[in-house]
């Protein structure tokens, strides 16, 4: 038992009524706040409001589903083969950690979930199966041109019509996923693709947010303002204090020589770790376990006892 | 080796009772900053039970629910007050120089407290079910991704979000704090620094 304390006078105290008192102080003061000010809640973005409400944005990120050359196509590891999005000399976790949840964007966010609606659609697999039996040149061939011609798509009634051109069978499973998408059930067929996720249940959400992140989840934050650039992690996107303890991190990001990097989230993640470590081991690291002596708040914590205990002594 | 009666030794040598639930406390315990550490207690009491009553009844219990919208604010505004008062602990401990006289363990285990409330409440934004956590989901992914840990925690998977939000990181909380306040309990209140002995 440390005998530093034996010196000292005592006075009576009840460890536990204090604590009790201060539960209930507590208790009462956070469930006012709650009656007064709720909690934050904004619905979550569907991929029908998507469609719906961007169908032309829809079949773009679509289209780069398609081709491999949208986002999520040309991520890297996690997901897919391809380099890292960031490393910092030999120091590559992605390349490392491999393909962990693998993604393959062109059959799980296009053609699987088109296969799904056969039921309700019969002629669709006629059309995967013409694009399927092409030759690669020529699938390349009608995407690049559908692709092109949503640049000057015009919106109907909620559909895109584009101008007439040779797109093969990709026009039509591209307005079908947009169907598809419309209906509200192309997130449970995009988790349906996800290893772990079965027929009946989900618990990983993974493909549904995939394929909104890029144009649609983007869109909504700037709306919000919500971007990493403007502190989107620590405020919410209404008049509640957001996770602000995460401050020190998202600052991080602001600063050189952290906001220019290419490897950013590294650098970041490895400050907050070795800023962690130093406090770890803040008791052992001298200069550092004498600031307390340098900048003196101890006179003012201890106040009393200083005047009242050792003037007496 | 008797294992039952080595544990029974190291209990009898390490915890006086008298000493962890002492009925006096040191003249020097007289200022409201020791009012910080027992707030945040009782504010992590408040955020676990509150989970306590949302998880017994369902994710999304709140979507439809006013009482469940009530617990779910009581969450949300448990949770500021908890890192309020723990952020106020942590700078007068540190200002207090709250590590001396064999202390250190306490000191870095309260900064595991920390480290491990962080992360539990990153995951709990990710869990609300609106689109500020779908959208935090997406962008923290990337960086998940850089550092290699997607491998271990997809933050795209809510079912991992779960289990590690309900169970596994709330154990680990309760577990270090208990042993965060036996210690404070058992090396006793931090002295005042003295000036004749600095150090």
């Known amino acids: ?313 | 080796m008797n294992i039952t009666k080595a544990i029974r030794d190291k209990i009898k040598k390490e915890v006086d009772i008298d000493e962890i639930l002492p009925d006096k406390l040191p003249v020097y315990v007289s200022s409201f900053v020791y009012m910080f550490g027992i707030i945040t207690l009782a504010s992590l009491i408040v955020v676990i039970l509150s989970g306590f009553i949302m998880v017994s009844k369902g994710v999304l219990w709140y979507q439809t629910s006013s009482l469940g919208f009530f617990f779910r604010s009581m969450h949300f505004w448990g949770v500021q007050v908890f890192f309020f008062f723990l952020t106020l602990h942590f700078l007068t401990i540190f200002f207090m120089a709250g590590w001396r006289g064999g202390r250190a363990i306490t000191w870095i285990i309260g900064i595991f407290i920390a480290m491990f409330a962080i992360i539990e409440t990153f995951m709990g934004i990710l869990l609300q079910g609106g689109s500020f956590a779908q959208w935090n989901q997406v962008q923290a992914k990337d960086a998940f991704n850089a550092v290699g840990i997607t491998s271990f925690l997809n933050l795209l998977n809510n079912g991992q979000l779960e289990g590690l939000h309900f169970v596994v990181f709330p154990s680990i909380l309760v577990l270090l704090v208990g042993i965060h306040i036996f210690l404070v309990r058992q090396k006793g209140l931090v002295p005042p620094i003295e000036d004749n002995k600095n150090g």
């Open chain 1, 1 to 313: 038992m440390d005998s530093i304390q034996i010196h000292y006078k005592t006075k009576e105290s009840d460890l536990f009524k204090d604590l009790i008192y201060t539960l209930i102080a507590v208790i009462i003061f956070i469930a006012i706040l709650s009656l007064i000010f709720k909690s934050p809640y904004e619905p979550p973005m569907s991929i029908a409001q998507f469609a719906k409400a961007n169908p032309k944005e829809f079949e773009q990120t679509a289209m780069g589903d398609l081709m491999q050359t949208g986002e999520i196509a040309t991520y890297g590891p996690p997901y897919n083969r391809g380099a890292s999005q960031q490393s910092l000399g030999f120091i590559n976790p992605e390349q490392w950690m491999g393909q962990a949840t693998p993604v393959n964007t062109k059959q799980e966010f296009v053609i699987n979930p088109l296969k799904m609606t056969e039921s309700i659609n019969p002629s669709i697999i006629y059309y995967i199966q013409w694009f399927q039996k092409s030759s690669l040149q020529t699938q390349k061939m009608w995407e690049t041109n559908y692709n092109n011609a949503l640049q000057k798509a015009k919106i109907v009634n909620g559909d895109v019509v584009v101008p007439n051109g040779n797109y093969g069978p990709v026009s039509y499973m591209i307005s079908s996923l947009l169907a598809l998408g419309k209906s509200g059930f192309m997130a449970r067929a995009l988790d349906a693709n996800v290893p772990g996720n079965n027929s009946t249940y989900t618990y990983n959400f993974q493909n549904r947010l995939l394929f909104l992140q890029g144009t649609a989840l983007t869109n909504l934050a700037t709306k919000e303002n919500m971007l990493g650039s403007q502190m989107g992690i620590i405020k919410y996107n209404a008049a509640y204090p957001g996770p602000w303890w995460l401050t020190y991190y998202n600052y991080l990001y602001l600063f050189p020589p952290f906001a220019a990097s290419p490897a950013a989230d590294l650098l970041v993640f490895g400050t907050v770790f070795l800023t962690f470590l130093l406090l770890i081991l803040l008791p052992y690291i001298p200069i550092l376990n004498r600031i307390p002596y340098y900048i003196p708040v101890y006179k003012l914590i201890w106040r009393n006892y200083y005047k009242n205990e050792k003037s007496k002594a």
